[in-house]
């Protein structure tokens, strides 16, 4: 029984199992199926593997969307202390592949740049260079990302205390090494640098860019990120399942019900749960409610950092009329901690439905009033057309999701790619744009937004008036409090879920949903106990974030902003 | 409030003017409570808005909540304009620095709110790269606590700092508090 189990792969397993046997490492590289089709590889294969990946016309695997590194110290039965886990998605054929690079040294792993293959490697490697003391061979600019340079160890692994502070002094700051020269040319004015941010208006959250200005273009630029590193992957490893919760709103704060359902999506996939359709749809209503609050202060911040701060005044009430919804669900307005594994922290409250219905009439309305004065205006025309330009090729290249990747003229959603929840059911529209540039992106938010609404109506139109919200296996939800009180068992399962936390099988899994600024992966490692063994976020403004120093070339300083705006950054879900 | 001088000590009022219809003139106070007065009324804010924290300062600045209404919706963006520091969100390590530079840029007298549990002890991020609540580095007037306040606890923190300028104590950093007693005397 146990070698067929080994043998029968999967068919898209099946298929990924014959390509890399047609590859340049075939016989190094081994197949096996779990969530997804893993290919498991030694660091020296992995560039061509890479390669291969890409280019080959049976895998075209485009999208790089994430670099988890993980060590394996405290795991039992794994090949060797380090590895990286590598996730690429294939826009032609929608598929994924997991690639595990098991880094044999344990001393100091090394793991070999795919920057070349992939340039949205790069900000990934340097991560798991941060976190986790890979030497990344050939990496352009091998830095700590994260961490503050005076930092010592590397954080995530296991043997690193969570507590342990670093004192950091100005002083310490590393400035990018061109930055430091002079660049005198012939002919032209000496260049200046000069450091935006990490402390200025528009650079929402926290991120340092570092420019060099020719005039008043940028001819060279580097951003520095990690100035909100909250160590958000480390706590998850000392918490409990349903503890990690509250941490999760915390990552993009501005639509943090998107991250609690990303999240306990991912916990009830691995325990293999369903949950009743009414809790689905509650789920699904305050998840589109919160793309729109997200949207409308990606949009409003915007403007407000290229002048036009009544737009802003209009959108934020939007946000104000749903905050009143969201405080009516569960008590907190901005960081809901809403959803819980296996349902919702508590029912919705009974005039759900009608209060989400008085929202579907006053949104549009702020909606249009943004924009008749915005989407013809002259200046915001001239600020924002042509600017801050990704091209589809650079957009995949990048590893952009998302409204970055449907502006540039990719149609990839999340929620019509991979369907969860009802997604499928309803009729919406991807908007897109081949543009590309920032008010292409302006025009696919507001369009989403109206999608949005579009799905919420339906889901209301079949919201059940009445039933459960929460699955009822009292091994993952906590029993009602009026079976704990008169049950022995209910308090039984009560004790342990509260002293012990969920029982999560050991394996891993990656699940994905539709953030508001694309795609909101989590891959989660279980050993069996109470909480995650290792938990990686894959937020979606992190390869948005990492071509923006390539972007801005060429452009103004005012330009730059104008595109940051454009970005969506939350420095929250950005530096974790 | 002090603002027609001391209980059981009336302003002198002049007659009123003819055709003024009996409304006085002037009134006397101490320099002292009019600075104050002047100075809770028009308090010029830095948003060190870090993380989720902002986004309900952001709130607070809005149309709903309207921080103008207390006089403070001046929001500067230069340390060198502003009074009053409103740290929200977390403060990293890496950010420390940063952090204590714009509050040793902003000019006397100046005080400080740290909003949220993150600024004010580190919150539930009691981790390696998190600083366990700014008055490691800065002296801070009000705490406002609350993952994230709602922006009443934000304003009801502002009205705090109000009365605490009116009543004339000063601000907690003794540089500060020097600066503003050579000012008055």
Excluded at chain 2, 42 to 58: D, K, N, R, V, Y
Excluded at chain 2, 159 to 167: R, Y
């Amino acid at each position: 029984m146990t070698v067929a189990l080994e043998t029968a792969l999967s068919p898209a397993a099946e298929r990924v199992r014959e390509r890399v046997a047609a590859s340049p490492v075939a016989g190094r590289a081994e197949v096996v199926d779990r969530d997804l089709p893993t290919i498991e590889v030694s660091p020296k294969d992995w560039p061509t593997l890479a390669r291969f990946l890409r280019d080959d016309p049976g895998c075209r695997y485009d999208l790089f969307l994430d670099l988890c590194g993980v060590d394996n110290l405290r795991r039992r039965g794994q090949k060797t202390r380090y590895e990286a886990v590598v996730h690429l998605h294939s826009l032609p054929s929608n598929e994924r592949v997991r690639v595990r690079v098991l880094l044999p040294d344990a001393e100091n792993p090394s793991l070999p740049t795919v920057c070349d293959t992939y340039p949205a490697a790069n900000w990934f490697e340097r991560e798991a260079y941060d976190l986790f003391g890979f030497e990344v061979p050939g990496h352009p600019n091998l830095h700590r990302l994260l961490c503050h340079d005076a930092f010592v160890g590397h954080p995530l692994r296991k043997d690193y205390a969570p507590g342990q502070r670093w004192f950091f002094a100005e002083e310490d700051l590393r400035m990018p090494e061109w930055s430091k020269e002079t660049d005198v040319r012939a002919g032209h004015f000496e260049t200046q640098t000069i450091s935006i941010g990490p402390s200025h208006p528009a650079t929402h959250g926290i991120i340092h860019l570092v420019v060099r200005l020719d005039g008043e273009r940028i001819v060279r630029a580097e951003t520095m990120i990690g100035y909100l590193h909250r160590c958000f992957e480390k706590m998850a490893e000392k918490h409990h399942w349903n503890q990690i919760i509250p941490y999760t709103d915390r990552l993009n704060y501005v639509s943090a019900m998107l991250n609690g359902v990303g999240y306990v999506r991912t916990v009830e996939k691995m325990l293999g749960m369903e949950i009743p359709d009414r809790g689905r749809l509650a789920r699904t209503i305050l998840s589109e409610f919160s793309r729109i609050m997200d949207h409308c202060v990606c949009i409003g911040a915007n403007l407000v950092d290229i002048g036009a701060l009544t737009n802003f005044i209009y959108l934020y009430q939007n946000r104000e009329n749903i905050y009143d919804l969201l405080e009516a669900c569960c008590g907190a307005r901005l960081t809901v901690s809403y959803v819980r594994v296996g349902g919702l922290a508590v029912d919705v409250p009974e005039d759900f439905v009608a209060r989400c219905r008085a929202l579907l009439e006053s949104i549009p309305v702020l909606i249009d009033d943004v924009e008749k004065l915005v989407t013809n205006n002259r200046i915001i025309r001239n600020r924002l057309s042509g600017t801050g330009v990704v091209t589809k090729e650079q957009a995949v290249a990048w590893g952009m999701t998302g409204p970055m990747l449907r502006a540039s003229g990719v149609p990839y959603d999340v929620r019509r790619a991979h369907p969860y929840d009802f997604y499928d059911k309803f009729d919406w529209d991807i908007p897109i744009s081949q543009d590309g540039d920032n008010f292409a992106r302006y025009l696919v938010r507001i369009e989403e937004m109206r999608q949005s609404l579009k799905i919420i109506r339906q889901a209301l139109d079949v919201f059940p008036a009445k039933g459960p919200i929460n699955s009822d296996d009292w091994r993952v939800v906590l029993p009602p409090k009026d079976a704990v009180y008169h049950d022995m068992e209910s308090l039984i399962y009560h004790f342990k879920l509260t002293m012990e936390g969920i029982r999560v099988p050991a394996g891993e899994r990656y699940e994905w949903i539709e953030g508001a600024n694309g795609e909101l992966g989590y891959y989660a490692i279980s050993d069996g106990r109470g909480g995650p063994y290792r938990l990686k976020v894959r937020p979606p403004c992190f390869p948005n974030m990492a071509a923006f120093e390539q972007i801005v070339v060429g452009g103004t300083v005012s330009d730059a902003i104008a595109t940051l705006g454009t970005l969506n950054v939350i420095a929250g879900e950005l530096d974790r | 409030m002090g603002l027609f001088g001391k209980k059981g000590e009336l302003p002198a009022l002049q007659p009123p003017r003819p055709g003024a219809a009996g409304a006085a003139d002037f009134f006397v106070t101490r320099m002292e409570e009019m600075v104050s007065w002047a100075r809770k009324n028009s308090l010029w804010p830095f948003p060190f808005a870090t993380a989720c924290c902002g986004i309900e300062f952001m709130s607070v600045a809005a149309a709903h909540y309207d921080i103008s209404r207390f006089g403070s919706e001046v929001v500067r963006f230069s340390p060198r304009q502003a009074d009053l520091l409103i740290v929200a969100g977390t403060v990293t390590d890496k950010m420390a620095p940063v952090l204590r530079k714009i509050y040793d840029q902003m000019p006397e007298p100046k005080w400080v709110i740290s909003m949220g549990v993150c600024a004010s002890s580190g919150g539930f991020y009691r981790a390696y790269h998190v600083t366990q609540g700014i008055d490691e580095i800065i002296p801070v007037d009000v705490y406002v606590p609350g993952c994230p306040p709602t922006p009443e606890q934000l304003i009801y923190g502002i009205m705090e700092l109000q009365k605490k300028i009116a009543s004339g104590e000063k601000s907690r950093d003794s540089r500060s508090a020097k600066f503003a007693a050579e000012q008055l005397s």
